[in-house]
């Protein structure tokens, strides 16, 4: 019998849990849901210990549907939302729910830390910019502001290296989320002692910084009870759930491109030489080697999720999709901006807000959620036109998350980029990569190639229509620019 993969993915909405045959076909999957809370305006809060829990709940139930022997699986990648910070104490104990990628509360640090380091020193040494949003700047709230936390805390885990330590109780910082500290040389992939020293950062609370790939150890005895999985499973670092959308989609050798639509929207352009743009996220890959230049918007599959729940919850996401079918490219006018929490790359700017413009009389549910579709792809483009200009190379992108598989949005977004998009056969893009991870370094694969070659196969293609992407270019123009009269007034809010 085949060995098998489990990959586990920490979203912001819930975790899923998958299992994979080497060609990538799906045995099972499962999900399980969770909270965010939002305690003050700018903050946005998860408890890790939910997060295992759901893992747990979620791997049993797999494991029981399915009937698969826990012994056939070979090894367990995850990956996990971005820019967590979560201070365990020299138990393991979580100390404290972990503000998430959606959290600005930091802002005040971000700007003492530009002022008294220098804004230039530090994008030099990180490629990335310093904002509210990344990891140390809330490890550094914790200081400030938490003194305990900080004080008790042992270390600093990402969501990828929570789940991780429950599972094997080991303790380590995948290299692909290492660029949310701020105080991580992007050329290097290693921690900077001085920059450390400088921003006030106490240097023992970052991990051991390992390959996404590398085996970090086995499932214990403990994690055996409480999920499922059998004692002595292998588990490996993980990485983003960007970076493992990336991989699992295939997107592996320089200037290959993914876009993803989950509860956030966004591309990765795969790429071989460092190249650092102040307006986008540079990260590595979890593909040794490689690097990856990032943009993120909040405006993804959040964005439709929150039309139907607040707006019509009689409808469910397929009628939505229908309705927004019948509107024109560029939706008569109407134009939505999809800074539901702020937004980040390229403007970066944690005080914007979602926008609907151009609303009269004639205009219908089916223009407003057009408008939503075509907001968060006006996002895409903005990002994939900011990494053009600085040096990327793309040609066609992949796409990945829940909103691949919707057809009409996926040709939104290339109408409107005026890039082909290729869509691959599985919607788990994610936990695919996580899954491949573990199986690369559990010798599955022969190496990183072998394994998209293996599970990646492309099922239906779309083409960009000229005549749509001319309306859409008058549409972006009016996007681009309500941004740039209503910053200021977005600024006081």
Request: aromatic share 8%; proline share 5%.
């Amino acid at each position: 019998m085949n060995p098998l993969l489990l990959g586990i993915d920490i979203g912001t909405s819930s975790c899923k849990v998958a299992l994979f045959e080497p060609d990538g076909t799906v045995i099972a999957q499962e999900n399980g849901e969770y909270s965010v809370f939002y305690p003050k305006p700018g903050w946005a809060e998860q408890d890790p210990d939910d997060w295992w829990g759901a893992v747990c709940a979620a791997t049993k139930t797999l494991l029981e549907k399915s009937g698969v022997d826990p012994k056939r699986i070979a090894g367990v990648g995850i990956d996990g939302q971005s820019w967590s910070a979560i201070p365990v104490d020299k138990d393991g104990k979580c100390l404290c729910s972990t503000p998430i990628w959606m959290d600005t509360r930091a802002g005040g640090v971000c700007k003492e830390l530009d002022a008294n380091i220098g804004a230039d020193k530090i994008f030099e040494i990180c490629g990335n910019p310093l904002q509210p949003a990344y990891t140390l700047p809330k490890i550094l709230w914790y200081k400030r502001e938490r003194p305990e936390i900080y004080e008790n805390a042992d270390k600093i885990l990402s969501a990828n290296g929570y789940i991780a330590y429950r599972l094997a109780g080991a303790v380590t910082q995948d290299i692909s989320q290492a660029y949310g500290y701020h105080c991580f040389d992007m050329r290097k992939g290693k921690w900077d002692e001085a920059l450390c020293a400088e921003a006030g950062l106490r240097r023992s609370l970052l991990p051991e910084i390992v390959p996404c790939h590398q085996i970090i150890g086995s499932v214990t005895a403990e994690a055996s009870v409480q999920c499922g999985l059998a004692a002595g499973t292998p588990v490996v670092a993980g990485g983003l759930d960007a970076a493992c959308g990336t991989l699992g989609a295939g997107v592996i050798h320089n200037g290959e491109t993914q876009e993803q639509g989950g509860q956030a929207g966004g591309m990765s352009i795969c790429i071989d030489s460092y190249c650092a743009d102040p307006r986008l996220i540079l990260g590595y890959h979890v593909v040794p080697d490689k690097w990856l230049l990032q943009g993120g918007t909040v405006g993804g599959g959040g964005v439709m999720r929150w039309l139907q729940s607040e707006l019509w919850p009689d409808f469910d996401i397929k009628e939505l999709d229908q309705e927004a079918a019948v509107i024109s490219p560029g939706s008569d006018g109407l134009v939505f901006l999809p800074y539901m929490a702020g937004e980040r790359s390229p403007i970066w700017d944690a005080k914007a807000k979602g926008v609907y413009y151009g609303l009269d009389y004639s205009k219908t549910r089916g223009h407003m959620i057009r408008a939503g579709l075509e907001g968060a792809a006006f996002s895409l483009r903005h990002n994939l036109e900011t990494a053009e200009r600085a040096g990327a190379k793309v040609m066609r992108l992949r796409a990945m998350g829940g909103a691949a598989n919707s057809r009409l949005w996926t040709q939104i977004k290339s109408d409107l980029t005026g890039k082909p998009i290729d869509v691959p056969a599985s919607d788990t893009a994610t936990t695919l990569g996580a899954a491949i991870l573990a199986g690369v370094a559990a010798g599955v694969y022969k190496d990183f190639d072998d394994a998209v070659m293996r599970t990646v196969t492309v099922t239906r293609i779309h083409e960009p229509n000229p005549e749509n992407k001319k309306a859409y270019d008058k549409t972006y123009a009016t996007y681009l620019e309500l941004y740039k009269n209503l910053k200021s007034t977005m600024q006081k809010g």
